[in-house]
């Protein structure tokens, strides 16, 4: 079923609640979702629990009667936490719960939530689905025809459809996601390897290193590590973080990711301003975290403009 946007895909999945109703998710969440339950559906009687999900045991301590849905980011954004669908799978169906899964940084071809029994799946299409940056589409996946009517009714009824043009330009986008796929995971492991060799580096997060947290989950169920990666500065300078941010001359200073061309991204000021201080930084969203969502450009070309830009 696809939307507008990925927050218009999010909007129709809040919709199937009602006051009183609770919401699981976890503390490392992409700021305009984050924005949406705090700011807009809190308003309407909806109760939302932000809480470590790395250890799917943790959502026991939450969960009750209320509870109606569990919304869960893997890999987060930006700090590419991984969380164990199949084990929140477990709890969910457990306590007669919906588990909701945006799978937009791995894509269906890295990840597929629902063979590890997520009841829906959200992608923001305008990401590696359509892979270009030239589109703005939502989709929602469903494993159940009854789910499926209520949130069809949903969609139907508010509006938040795409164009012709929008849907035309994600098919064509469709037909290379495999090619583009595999060479976001190449040049993304080399670039992570390249940052973790760095001086001025503190600590970089791709889910390809074994010491990355939960990288044995990822490993499971996933079918690679993708292309995003996010690094910290030792300097732990938002001032630095934004000259190298601005020096770079290969990767383009931009919110999205997912397409072809490399982007760097500081979250604190763009993806994550919606987010307050305390609870960003809290998960590791730092003022000197700087996200990469590295492209299909020449691994080489790429490697030398963030050497430069790093001196």
């Not at 339950?37 to 308003?43: E, G, R, S």
Request: hydrophobic share 40%.
């Amino acid at each position: 079923m696809c939307f507008s946007s990925g927050m218009g895909a999010t909007d129709a999945v809040m919709k199937l609640l009602k006051p009183g109703d609770e919401v699981i998710s976890g503390d490392d969440l992409y700021g305009g979702t984050y924005r949406m339950f705090t700011k807009v559906f809190a308003n309407y009687g909806i109760k939302f629990h932000f809480i470590n999900l790395t250890d799917a045991n943790n959502i026991s301590k939450y969960i009750n009667s209320n509870t109606k849905l569990i919304w869960v980011e893997t890999p987060t954004n930006p700090t590419m936490q991984i969380v164990d669908i199949k084990a929140c799978s477990a709890i969910a169906k457990k306590n007669n719960c919906i588990l909701a899964v945006d799978n937009t940084f791995a894509s269906p071809y890295l990840q597929n939530p629902m063979d590890l029994g997520a009841d829906i799946v959200m992608h923001s299409v305008t990401k590696y689905l359509g892979g270009h940056s030239d589109v703005v589409m939502g989709a929602l996946c469903m494993s159940d025809d009854s789910l499926y009517e209520r949130l069809a009714f949903i969609h139907n009824s508010c509006g938040a459809t795409p164009g012709p043009m929008d849907s035309f330009l994600v098919l064509r986008g469709i037909k290379t996601l495999h090619l583009r796929m595999e060479r976001h995971c190449f040049n993304g492991k080399q670039i992570a390897a390249f940052l973790r060799r760095s001086s001025k580096n503190r600590k970089s997060l791709l889910l390809g290193f074994e010491d990355h947290p939960n990288h044995h989950i990822a490993k499971m169920q996933m079918r690679d590590f993708g292309g995003m990666i996010s690094f910290d500065l030792k300097s732990h300078s938002q001032e630095e973080a934004f000259k190298l941010a601005s020096s770079v001359k290969v990767f383009s200073l931009a919110e999205s990711l997912g397409g072809v061309e490399s982007l760097v991204n500081h979250p604190a000021s763009m993806t994550h301003a919606s987010v307050p201080v305390a609870e960003r930084v809290r998960v590791g969203v730092t003022d000197s975290l700087l996200r990469l969502s590295v492209g299909v450009e020449d691994i080489d070309d790429l490697i030398a403009d963030l050497k430069q830009a790093i001196g």
